[in-house]
């Protein structure tokens, strides 16, 4: 079967990924579902427990024509039933009239994409897991290296890098908890037949369901959900939020990599994103791909928000939708977290830089700094509106700010200041702090 070629996760994507979504394994997924149905309903005597077991045997790839099966699908619109009649065609007389008995195509398709989801899953929370070590080295080298937190793209006041990534650890915890909950919800079977009534199956239905259920690893439900696609659609959403948190490290990396402020980079290597006609080059490759890979997943992620649509008890168009997003949605998170999970390991960091750029402005950083130790004598308009006159002055005149506050201000006005200037790393606030709580959040629930 011809595949489009897609060069972002051939290039950044994550191999563990494109193989849980692969053909072969989507296939198993559905022989799997099929074997766990046979052996339910043989225990609860649906059908007799020798059947049962021809038909749990016949389950195996060995006995599907992938090829076959996808031209046959094309002309039914959906694969279980040349899937069925392909395991029907390697067992006698008798149990081939057995395989499938009392299901629905969806049940076969939703049980196998659970099966699916739930292993994704597993693959994220993984790779989040080894990002998130990568940034707590980060947060625990780096707690007491001070450097300009900025906001609006401009300086601010002091921080530390530590506290800088403490905040993407956070977020980085909260989006464990979040692969957690989204694995709860949607590994659940189904298996309710055509019209969700279970009908076909007879009055052994939920014993059969919760029977599939315990065989496959998944939680059984009374109530039908093929055209409630909440799970799925959070399933989604998942990827895309976790794509987004990779996608805000790597801009971090790109803003502080430019050029002209130097203070990280991804680490190098021969060639490293280099550039085919500027030698100098060493683009941040990882983190462009990163950015790529979450940009794609958030504008494919809303399609499931019309697959949600689905109307009566049967979807007429909305569920394809889920066929072509969840796969791309599943690799396009796991190759972000993976990419940024490597940026992040080999991140260089240079508190010189760091330093040299906090006294870029001739210490305008500061004054937040020198406004709150003139507040308590002066009172925080008075001593907003000087420091303000000051900061205006020296940025006129490429003056220090101690400087020119010195002439904006009375003797008497100074006194409560102290020496001066004031130096960055005396105002940094709770950033130590910060870094150690999530630190220790992030290693608690391990």
């Known amino acids: 079967m011809r595949q489009t070629f897609k060069l972002l996760p051939e290039l950044f994507g994550d191999r563990a990924m494109t193989e849980i979504f692969s053909a072969e394994r989507t296939v198993l997924a559905w022989l799997r579902t099929e ?14 427990e020798a059947d049962a077991r021809a038909i749990e045997a016949a389950c195996v790839p060995a006995n599907i024509d992938l090829p076959r099966l996808w031209s046959e699908a094309v002309n039914v619109g959906y694969p279980i039933l040349p899937l069925v009649r392909m395991i029907a065609a390697a067992l006698p007389e008798g149990p081939d009239g ?6 629905t195509t969806q049940d076969i398709m939703d049980t196998g994409l659970a099966l699916q989801m739930g292993e994704a899953l597993d693959r994220l929370g993984a790779l989040l897991g080894s990002f998130g070590d ?9 707690a007491g290296t001070v450097v300009a937190a900025r906001t609006h793209a401009q300086q601010a006041v002091p921080t530390t890098f530590g506290a800088k990534a403490a ?20 590994r659940v079977v189904s298996l309710f037949g055509a019209g969700g009534t279970s009908a076909a199956m007879g009055e052994r239905s939920r014993q059969v369901r ?16 093929h055209v409630a696609r909440d799970g799925v659609a959070e399933f989604g959403l998942t990827c895309a939020s976790l794509a987004a948190t990779a996608a805000r490290f790597a801009r971090e990396v790109v803003d502080l990599s430019r050029t002209e402020v130097g203070e990280v980079r991804e680490a190098g290597g021969h060639h490293r994103g280099a550039s085919s006609t500027m030698p100098q080059k060493a683009n941040p490759i990882g983190c462009e791909a990163v950015v790529g890979m979450s940009g794609t997943a958030g504008a494919l992620s809303s399609g499931l928000f019309r697959a ?12 394809q939708v889920e066929w072509y997003v969840v796969p791309l949605l599943a690799e396009l998170a796991a190759g972000a977290l993976a990419t940024a999970a490597d940026v992040a390991a080999g991140l260089r960091v240079y508190p010189e830089a760091m330093r040299a750029n906090l006294d870029a402005e001739g210490g305008l950083i500061m004054a937040e700094a020198y406004m709150m130790r003139l507040a308590p004598a002066l009172g925080r308009e008075r001593a907003h509106d000087l420091v ?11 003056r220090a700010l101690a400087d020119a506050l010195r002439d904006v201000a009375g003797p008497d006005e100074l006194a409560s200041l102290g020496p001066l200037p004031i130096a960055p790393e005396s105002y940094i606030g709770d950033a130590e702090a910060i870094c150690a709580a999530a630190l220790e959040a992030w290693r608690g629930d391990e």
């Open 134 to 142: 990568a940034l707590a080295r980060l947060v625990a080298g780096h």
């Open 98 to 103: 057995r395989v499938h008995y009392g299901a």
């Open 167 to 186: 905040v993407l650890l956070a977020e980085v915890t909260r989006q464990r908890d979040r692969v957690r909950g989204a694995a709860r919800q949607v």
């Open 210 to 225: 919760g029977r599939v259920a315990g065989a496959l690893g998944l939680a059984t439900t009374e109530v039908p959900w």
């Open 35 to 48: 074997a766990a149905l046979a052996r339910a309903q043989g225990e609860e005597g649906v059908i007799s």
């Open 388 to 398: 303000y006159k000051a900061a205006h002055e020296a940025r006129e005149r490429g």
């Open 308 to 319: 949600m649509e689905a109307g009566h008890e049967r979807a007429a168009g909305e569920w």
